[in-house]
């Protein structure tokens, strides 16, 4: 910050907050006439429904004998002396005008109806509405309060009665009130700025910041108090005293150049000070050139200010950042390993809970999902798809005879054949026991049956070697049926193609049947 701009800077900075309580105050202070402006309306809509209350049927009686006239409210008897209304104006339940009543005589029926419109809202009950008018004829601006009330008769309106009410008067004088204060205000806040100009005119010597003056030639010119203090000196004449010292060890000649021609327009450069007792305190100092009339360069002006607390926060923070860092990497690496173990255990586990473990095909659980999903898009958009049904003949001979082990085995040759024999789009699964299933999409019956009798003369032509070195061959019953029009689950097909493998079983195994 520029020294000679100071005490303009700090007298603007007084000028803004007192504007900004000026403000304040002004609409507390509008706010207030407001709440005045709206009591008064209240006050006034009251005393309008009182009178309403007492006279409405008067205007009725009246409007009976009358159509479109205008009468002095004077002539009409006490009760109807209400100095504060503009007009009544009476309706009929068309909305035809039936009755003015006026105070001010210069007012006509026609004049009232031209320039008085009739409110814009619904008068089905009893409202009021504000609207400011301009009348050409004379010049005017009326700030109008219209009270509006039915007129019933047996529950039904038979007319409409509007009271209309100058409210002029209440706005004016809140706006003359709001700006009297106002004006007030602002002559008191020039005063409180000449003030404040002449309380800093010494502004320098006492300011929390470092400041001195340093020629052309590396001489220092002058500095103040707070500069001398900062850097460990016992007043300013100590510090004048090693000026030359000072000056030469900061190298500031050279850093104040640097700082003054700087190309991005930044005045203002972070420096090591070496103070008085050897410590070096980091300073932020700004730099200033103060020229002659002619424009010669007389010195620089230079404000200095200590921020080697804010340079030990930076320091510790940072350490603190990168420790955090640090830790928070460790962290992370240590989630991301935790979760691809845990995503790793959900995968097995989810293909554990569709796998059957012994020959590594679908489950029943997986096998109705996929059937179902595939049964489900060929009702939907058509096309051939059959099942097979496969159950091993005599497995518990196998079982009995070479144990559990051969059994396994028997099992997985025979998975392995099916996947060799079978397209990778069909569907293989071990349902349970020696009874295997295939469901196989865009397959029709026919070609179905050969696919199974391709099989099944695959398996009866394996050689399979049990695991105590015996040599077996095994044979296979197979049910085959296709997808109908009327099945709406797998277990439709499930049915018809077991019937065909028990047929198959039943008429001496080793065979094809189809249902």
């Not at 009339?293 to 926060?313: F, N, P, Q």
């Not at 173990?341 to 554990?352: F, G």
């Not at 069909?426 to 020696?434: F, M, S, T, V």
């Amino acid at each position: 910050m520029k020294l000679r701009d100071l005490r303009v800077r700090i007298s603007s900075y007084i000028v803004l907050v007192f504007l900004a309580l000026v403000a304040a105050f002004g609409y507390a202070l509008v706010a207030h006439q407001d709440r005045l402006y709206r009591g008064n309306i209240e006050k006034l809509k009251k005393s309008v429904g009182i009178f309403h209350q007492l006279n409405h049927v008067r205007f009725e009686a009246l409007a009976h004998h009358s159509t479109g006239v205008a009468a002095p409210m004077s002539e009409l008897g006490e009760l109807l002396k209400l100095d504060e209304f503009l007009f009544i104006r009476l309706y009929d339940a068309q909305g035809k005008p039936l009755l003015h009543l006026f105070n001010d005589l210069t007012f006509t029926s026609e004049s009232v109806d031209a320039k008085f419109p009739a409110p814009k809202f619904t008068r089905d009950k009893i409202g009021w509405s504000e609207e400011d008018l301009y009348l050409a004829d004379p010049p005017r601006v009326y700030a109008l309060g219209v009270f509006s009330a039915p007129v019933l008769d047996q529950g039904q309106p038979t007319g409409y009665i509007d009271y209309f009410y100058d409210l002029s008067a209440y706005k004016d004088q809140s706006f003359y009130l709001a700006s009297m204060v106002i004006v007030f205000l602002l002559l008191t806040l020039l005063m409180l700025a000449v003030i404040v100009n002449v309380l800093f005119s010494r502004f320098y010597e006492d300011n929390i910041q470092g400041y001195f003056q340093i020629g052309q030639d590396g001489r220092l010119l002058s500095v103040n108090s707070v500069l001398a203090t900062m850097l460990g000196y016992a007043s300013k004449k100590e510090l004048l005293a090693h000026a030359e010292q000072f000056v030469r060890s900061n190298a500031l000649t050279q850093h104040i150049q640097q700082t003054a021609s700087s190309e991005s327009g930044e005045q203002s450069a972070e420096l090591q000070l070496l103070c008085q007792n050897g410590e070096k305190r980091w300073c932020l100092f700004s730099v200033d050139k103060v020229s002659s009339v002619r424009g010669e360069l007389l010195y620089h002006e230079c404000l200095v200010t200590d921020i080697s607390d804010k340079k030990a926060k930076e320091e510790s923070e940072l350490k603190y950042l990168q420790a955090t860092q640090e830790i928070n990497l460790q962290l992370e690496k240590k989630v991301a390993e935790r979760t691809q173990a845990l995503e790793a255990l959900q995968k097995q586990a989810e293909l554990l809970a569709r796998t059957d473990t012994l020959t590594q095909l679908s489950n029943r659980r997986d096998f109705y999902d996929k059937t179902q999903h595939e049964l489900n898009r060929r009702k939907r958009l058509g096309g051939a798809a059959s099942l097979m049904m496969i159950d091993i003949d005599f497995f518990k001979h196998v079982n009995d005879t070479y144990g559990h082990l051969s059994g396994d085995q028997v099992l997985k040759v025979l998975s392995q054949v099916a996947q060799s024999v079978n397209r990778e789009t069909d569907i293989l699964a071990r349902l349970g026991g020696e009874e295997f299933a295939v469901f196989m999409p865009d397959t029709p019956l026919a070609l179905a049956a050969e696919v199974a009798e391709r099989l099944r003369l695959v398996l009866a032509n394996t050689n399979i070697v049990l695991p105590e070195g015996e040599h077996i061959h095994i044979t296979v019953s197979v049910g085959v049926t296709s997808i109908l029009a009327t099945d709406s689950h797998i277990d439709d097909l499930l049915k018809r193609a077991d019937t065909a493998l028990y047929e198959a079983k039943n008429s001496g195994r080793n065979r094809v049947c189809q249902a």
